[in-house]
């Protein structure tokens, strides 16, 4: 090929590929102009702040979404943070060849699963024996999703503190325990933080394994036994039905939770700013 | 990071130590058993989820047989089941959405790690996974409100009327459908294979790259023969990455699919797909055969996105490359 042939490609491939990013790009920039656009003249304080109205009466909010999907957050993250945490230090630490392998290769199979069929899974072990969709099923669908996510960046975090730092601890006679409690987890805080941030916000927007477990409900939560209404259903089922208010309240709900959502993933890269550049 | 302050630390290193001399070597092992008994936790998880769904789809799978993979009428009523049509819807869908993806998925991780400039990166990947992070939910908002619509009244007219001898492009525009879903999973599935190729491509040793240039190979060559071709198994890897995401897809798929269980070959047409069917219909199946149903499309979906995960994922080790969560 001749030389000008070769540089023609060269400067054509080059803009194809910045041209590709850019259509990568675009249609976040749409979404979000079309969540500010549509919903954000309905999201006021009667938004936060009130029930949803029944058909035809214009107004009305989806407090109890909110609360519900803050409260389906924080049941996962009691059952997983904990179990994620520790399985990950166990992951770092143990001398064990195959187990650790074992766990790490299910934990990435875990996380491919599609999240509806973990729906299915919470269904079968919770609905079932309780005999009703409930709060609590709802939290232990999305604390499976999390674990496995918690586990991992857990694990590469505790892998990253020194071992100089574990070692003098150690030669002092501190006990194993207290050396990770007191200080291997403490020095890798900041990294275990954006992988729970990053959980969260994976769990918060998540809507299929909710459907048949946490089910939703119009009115306020009867507690942890009962349905519960939770953000993303609400908007499901808004977008879907034929009401152009109940369309408007759902881009409301969208805006909402992106902005939540967004500012979890923010958190988390607030924290880690600086240190741990590498690795993202 | 080590943290600064080497004399207050020691001197509370040393504190520690005398505190908890009596109480070492039991907390040791109460410690040691209850980090293996949090990593086995999942172990039951996952055992517990293959078990759980194979005992459930039981009743479904001894009525059924393999004929529930080969046919094509799912009708509640009669209580009779065969998932073709959504195994098809699935599988169009998906391949639809990696047509799209990948193509755009690879030039921008190329354009990422190769050819920006440096200042430029940093906010496009903040971009991208800003992308993976919109849940579902709200990519189907946007599919059946914007999307759609634009299909209907702009898109599918014109390729009907220019490519419309093909069976791929007729029927009427119903702005729903096969398209609409492929679109909308082409844009979820992007940012899963851009942040994957480009930790494929981040790995490839400069070397290869160095040798090529040194050559004469302009940038493009360089990237062709020497970069591309030597992570040609890891950007396999992450086109099945995305391809998992794609199948298990959800929320965003039943919103603008059209959820109809036909086969059909234009793309105008509505389909289902096997998560959506479950999202549907689950929280209504009436009969424990045809909750049973439903619990074996979940089973198969769980199957085929282990198989197509575990493929990648080796593919993806196999050039060093580490699929760390972009969210996954």
Redesign the interface.
Known sequence: MKARA??I??TT??W??????M???L??I??LV??VY?GASTVNLDFFTRLPKPVGEPGGGMANAIVGTLILVGLASCLGL??????G???A??QDRR??W??RF????????????????A???VVLPLRRFSALAGGFALA?IM???V???TE?MVRLV?A??RE??LA???????V????VLP?ARAGIIT?VM?SI??I?????PL??TA?GNRFWHQGLLQPIAAL?LQ??AY??APYDDW?RQ??AG?LV??VM??SS?LVARIVTKG?YSGL? | MVREGGAAEGLSLLHLARSTRKTGRWGDRLFRLLIRAAALALLGIVLGLVIVMIRAALPSIRAFGWSFLFTSKWDPVAEHFGALPLIYGTIVSAVLALLIAVPLGIGAAVYLSEVAPSWIRPPISFLVELLAAVPSVVYGLWGVFVLAPWLRTQVQPALGSTLGFLPLFQGPPYGVGMLAAGIILAIMVVPFIIAVSREVLLAVPNAQREAALALGATRWETTRLAVLRYARSGLTGAVLLGLGRALGETMAVTMVIGNRPEISASLFAPGYTMASMIANEFAEATSDLYLSALIEVGLLLFVVTVVVNALARLLVWSVGGTVKAVRE
């Open positions: 070769r540089r490609v060269n491939m080059g194809l590929t910045a041209l590709s990013a259509v990568v790009v249609p976040l749409l979404i079309f969540l549509q904990p179990l994620g945490i520790l399985g230090v166990y992951l630490e143990s187990l650790p074992v766990i299910l934990a990435d199979v875990l996380n491919g699963v599609p999240s509806i069929v973990i729906g299915i899974f269904y079968t072990v499976v674990l496995p996510i586990l991992r960046t590469e020194p100089s730092l003098a601890a002092l006679g501190i006990p194993e325990w207290k990770i409690l007191r200080i020095t992988g990053v916000a994976r918060a927007g998540e809507t299929a459907l048949f089910f993303p908007i499901f977008a879907i369309h759902a881009w969208a939770l992106i959502i967004f993933s240190r993202r």
